[in-house]
């Protein structure tokens, strides 16, 4: 069963950083495509950075340049590293595990952990 918990996140001031890591168990993490998404109050929940098994990444244009995200295979855990943080980065954050089967893509989530820039 998979699993995905996600740890780091919590209050910082503008131009703050925070790095958001999830914990991976019940599969084999090396073969998944994993992402951030982000939902704010009242909106949808959208990308915020992918990266592919083969260590490919992908970022929204909002974060492009302020965040990194990285995978260790080893402690099946991927990470997202957020610096210059802005108000409008404010929301809840869940990980997601992905990959793709015959019947189409099958997609993971953990419970989320809030982020909130606010000085």
């Known amino acids: 069963q998979v699993q995905l918990v996600e740890s780091g996140g919590g209050l910082v001031q503008p131009g703050g950083s925070l790095r958001l890591s999830c914990a991976a168990s019940?599969?084999?993490?090396?073969?998944?495509?994993m992402g951030w998404y982000r939902q704010a109050p009242g909106k949808q929940r959208v990308l915020v950075a992918s990266?592919?098994?083969?260590?490919?990444?992908n970022y929204a244009d909002a974060v492009k340049g302020r965040f990194t995200i990285s995978r260790d295979n080893a402690k099946n855990t991927v990470y997202l590293q957020m610096n210059s943080l802005k108000s409008e980065d404010t929301a809840v954050y869940y990980c997601n595990a992905n990959r793709y089967t015959v019947w189409g893509r099958d997609d993971s989530w953990g419970q989320g952990t809030q982020v909130t820039v606010s000085s």
């Open positions: 019940g599969f084999t993490f090396r073969i998944y495509g």
């Open positions: 990266i592919t098994s083969g260590g490919t990444t």
